[in-house]
């Protein structure tokens, strides 16, 4: 009887050895399948520290498909317990070349960092990063999906609500905000989910009422191209009216250059207009709208 439940003891002792090397072999595997961020150097100490500091492979994460390495377990908890304030925006890459090319996604390198509002940006190069550090404010928030409004609330409701900063998830390198702790957790349990039902339901509704609607803003002209790196829509190879308006947002008149030359000419004089038209194209701070009409302010 003794050696029946000997043996049976050392059965159980086996299965449990074997399972815990089977998980822990999963998340070697796992950590071994996706990319090293930062060149292993630790996101927590660049952040708060500005120190590149190397980390060590026991003290690993993986966090939205990369591995972040940290020196101690201690480090490694700051940075389990919130995430989104150590990682690097759009996942390290150029917030810049984001910008400027429709969202390509250029990696940029821990040797050309910048830091702008207690956040982490990395460019391929001196001459990018020197474009983001003259104006950071501009390329900050290329990442903010949504222009910060929730993405359950409009895939489950049909609501535009605007989410708060500090209710913020990351998903493929893209900051989603949300009005609060339970709904964003609804999004992280299947993000994949809302990206995917935001873009269905923007397929559906491409051609409804709405996206005709007339909207009136107004601001101060500046050059598309030459001052914010973006370019009409309608006509690339124009430079492109622009108008800032008092939120931040900027507006690219599409065809100015054409319907309004007199004023396109002027448009580095910092005028003040009055733009009536509709919207044809967004992307984070960026609005191309088709004019109906465009008047001086004075």
């Given at each position: ?18 399972l815990s ?9 796992q ?31 993986v966090?939205d ?21 150590y ?7 150029c917030?810049?070349?984001?910008a400027?090319?429709?969202g390509v ?21 001196e001459?990018?990063?020197a ?22 609330c409009?895939v ?7 989410g ?14 949300f009005?609060?702790q ?19 339901k ?39 009216l622009?108008v ?5 947002k ?5 065809g100015a250059?054409?319907?309004h ?23 984070g701070?960026f609005?191309?709208?088709?004019p109906?009409?465009?008047e001086?302010?004075k």
């Amino acid at each position: 009887m003794n050696l029946f439940r000997f043996v049976m003891t050392a059965a159980v002792l086996i299965s449990v050895v074997c399972l815990s090397g089977t998980v822990n072999a999963a998340e070697s595997s796992q950590k071994k399948q996706t990319p090293v961020a930062l060149n292993g150097n630790c996101a927590v100490c660049l952040v708060n520290g500005k120190k590149v500091v190397a980390g060590k492979p026991e003290f690993a994460v993986v966090y939205d498909g990369q591995t972040y390495l940290f020196p101690s377990e201690e480090v490694k908890q700051k940075f389990k317990a919130a995430p989104e304030k150590y990682v690097p925006a759009l996942k390290g890459d150029c917030t810049v070349c984001f910008a400027h090319h429709d969202g390509v996604r250029n990696p940029g390198k821990i040797d050309h960092v910048s830091f702008y509002e207690g956040r982490v940006f990395l460019f391929p190069n001196e001459s990018i990063k020197a474009v983001f550090d003259k104006s950071p404010a501009e390329y900050a928030d290329v990442d903010l999906a949504c222009d910060g409004k929730c993405i359950v609330c409009k895939v489950d409701g049909g609501k535009e609500v605007l989410g708060k900063p500090e209710f913020t998830a990351i998903y493929q390198g893209l900051r989603y905000q949300f009005p609060g702790q339970a709904v964003m957790q609804k999004f992280q349990k299947d993000p994949a989910k809302y990206v995917a039902g935001l873009t269905s339901k923007q397929a559906a509704t491409s051609g409804s009422s709405a996206d005709s609607e007339l909207i009136s803003i107004s601001g101060t002209t500046g050059c598309a191209a030459c001052e914010y790196g973006v370019h009409p829509k309608q006509d690339p190879e124009e430079l492109g009216l622009a108008v800032k308006s008092g939120d931040g947002k900027i507006y690219v008149i599409e065809g100015a250059h054409a319907s309004h030359p007199d004023l396109y000419k002027g448009r580095f004089q910092s005028l003040k207009v009055s733009v009536k038209g509709k919207q044809i194209a967004h992307k984070g701070k960026f609005v191309w709208l088709e004019p109906q009409s465009i008047e001086s302010v004075k």
